[in-house]
């Protein structure tokens, strides 16, 4: 079914889907439209790109912009997508606000999160195991007070995705058209965020990820969001795009620590010593917003798992037959009792047989 849209959102909808245009003018169109204009000015406009030869990807010069965008439209629904506009009353308050918002935002699952309150997790694509596993469980708990807001690649976009999917609270952004995928491995789950969550594109159907779309991506990432947290970056990173975005918009922006000298935490430690908050849990995002984080109930641990978690807690990360000597108790038994704390979330295996505590 065509979704019904004002003739001012048919405008918009023709200007970011089917004209050809240049990054400047569109943005400079974004800036105007943000703040209300009329359907005759948006007539004027897309009459002087039709006249100047920039007119579409689709070349019948006989179907005018209305017409062409109801066509759009309709295929778009075809697919189970739809189209939000800056004319729209949903558009995004917080993404409206940035300077270049995007003309229209197509979508495919529940238009309602996009009024609801939403905050960003990003990370580098290869993660530590430890920060995976943070992520995740941050994302988690934060989905229960916001729509968590994120991309779609490997590393810290899954570690939020796999946190905020249970609850159907998640906004995954695309670098690409909604029936593009990217990462191709991914198509099955981005199904199933488009079921239970919501898929968003600045960018037509059929259009391919680019690096310019990463980098727009990045901004409707941070554009969209009261905050975003770093899980890990490097040095040069393009997580950190994102990072810097969100305090040109004014957002908040949050961090894991790492260990000093690890490369995959370089750009989270430089974040911190600039002044972004230093965040080890749920919490430290939560009391920055004015919230309390739920309190849960506390795992309940035997005397040799407390023993163990507070030698691992002292210790950080550490091979288990360090581990081991430093608890006193032979390593099958360490081997044992760091399962045991893993599968009760307050452990995490980080490969060659290591393992990093978990806050809880």
Same mark, same amino acid.
């Given at each position: 079914? #065509?979704?019904?849209?004002?003739?001012? @959102?048919?405008?918009?909808?023709?200007?970011?889907?089917?004209?050809?245009? +240049?990054?400047?003018?569109?943005?400079?169109?974004?800036?105007?439209?943000?703040?209300?204009?009329?359907?005759?000015?948006?007539?004027?406009? &897309?009459?002087?790109?039709?006249?100047?030869?920039?007119?579409?990807?689709?070349?019948?010069?006989?179907?005018?912009?209305?017409?062409? %965008?109801?066509?759009?439209?309709? !295929?778009?629904? !075809?697919?189970?997508?739809?189209?939000?506009?800056?004319?729209?009353?949903?558009?995004?308050?917080?993404?409206?606000?940035?300077? +270049?918002?995007?003309?229209?935002?197509? &979508?495919?699952?529940? /238009?309602? $999160?996009?009024?609801?309150?939403?905050?960003?997790?990003?990370?580098? /694509? =290869?993660?530590?195991?430890? %920060?995976?596993?943070?992520?995740?469980?941050?994302?988690?708990?934060?989905?229960?007070?916001?729509? =968590?807001? #994120?991309?779609?690649?490997?590393?810290?976009? !899954?570690?939020?995705?796999?946190? %905020?999917?249970?609850?159907?609270?998640?906004?995954? =952004?695309?670098?690409?058209?909604? +029936?593009?995928?990217?990462?191709?491995?991914?198509?099955? $789950?981005?199904?199933?965020?488009?079921?239970?969550? $919501? *898929?968003?594109?600045?960018?037509?159907?059929?259009? /391919?990820?680019?690096?310019?779309?990463?980098?727009?991506?990045?901004?409707?990432?941070?554009? *969209?969001?009261?905050?975003?947290?770093?899980?890990?970056?490097?040095?040069?990173?393009? #997580?950190?795009?994102?990072?810097?975005?969100?305090?040109?918009? @004014?957002?908040?922006?949050? %961090? *894991?620590?790492?260990?000093?000298?690890?490369?995959?935490?370089?750009?989270?430690?430089?974040?911190?010593?600039?002044?972004?908050?230093?965040? #080890?849990?749920?919490? +430290?995002?939560?009391?920055?917003?004015?919230?309390?984080?739920?309190?849960?109930?506390?795992?309940?641990?035997?005397?040799?798992?407390?023993?163990?978690?507070?030698?691992?807690?002292?210790? @950080?990360?550490?091979?288990?037959?360090?581990?081991?000597?430093?608890?006193?108790?032979?390593?099958?038994?360490?081997?044992?009792?760091?399962?045991?704390?893993?599968?009760?979330?307050?452990?995490?295996?980080?490969?060659?047989?290591?393992?990093?505590?978990?806050?809880?």
């Amino acid at each position: 079914m #065509t979704q019904r849209c004002s003739r001012a @959102g048919k405008l918009l909808v023709w200007l970011a889907a089917c004209a050809e245009q +240049d990054e400047r003018s569109r943005a400079d169109i974004a800036r105007v439209c943000a703040y209300g204009l009329p359907s005759a000015d948006l007539e004027k406009i &897309c009459a002087a790109l039709i006249q100047t030869g920039k007119n579409r990807v689709y070349k019948d010069e006989h179907i005018a912009p209305e017409a062409e %965008a109801e066509d759009f439209l309709a !295929r778009l629904a !075809r697919g189970g997508g739809y189209a939000v506009t800056l004319a729209d009353a949903d558009y995004p308050r917080e993404l409206r606000a940035i300077p +270049d918002p995007p003309l229209a935002l197509f &979508c495919a699952g529940r /238009r309602e $999160l996009l009024c609801a309150r939403k905050f960003c997790i990003v990370g580098a /694509r =290869v993660l530590p195991a430890w %920060a995976q596993a943070t992520g995740k469980a941050i994302s988690a708990a934060l989905s229960q007070r916001f729509a =968590v807001v #994120t991309g779609i690649a490997e590393g810290g976009d !899954r570690a939020a995705i796999d946190g %905020a999917l249970p609850s159907g609270n998640l906004i995954c =952004v695309l670098p690409c058209g909604l +029936d593009v995928d990217y990462p191709a491995s991914h198509a099955s $789950l981005k199904r199933e965020i488009a079921k239970k969550g $919501l *898929l968003v594109s600045e960018f037509p159907p059929g259009m /391919r990820a680019q690096k310019f779309s990463f980098h727009a991506r990045n901004r409707v990432l941070a554009g *969209l969001s009261q905050g975003v947290l770093v899980l890990a970056a490097g040095q040069k990173s393009g #997580t950190l795009i994102t990072a810097d975005r969100a305090l040109a918009y @004014g957002r908040e922006v949050f %961090a *894991l620590p790492h260990n000093a000298g690890a490369a995959q935490g370089v750009g989270c430690n430089e974040l911190i010593k600039q002044g972004a908050f230093l965040c #080890t849990g749920a919490e +430290d995002i939560l009391s920055a917003f004015g919230m309390q984080a739920d309190g849960g109930h506390p795992a309940e641990l035997t005397a040799d798992e407390q023993k163990m978690l507070d030698v691992l807690r002292l210790s @950080g990360e550490e091979h288990a037959a360090l581990l081991a000597q430093r608890a006193g108790v032979p390593v099958w038994e360490a081997q044992a009792t760091l399962a045991s704390l893993e599968l009760k979330g307050l452990a995490v295996r980080a490969g060659g047989n290591r393992y990093a505590p978990l806050q809880k």
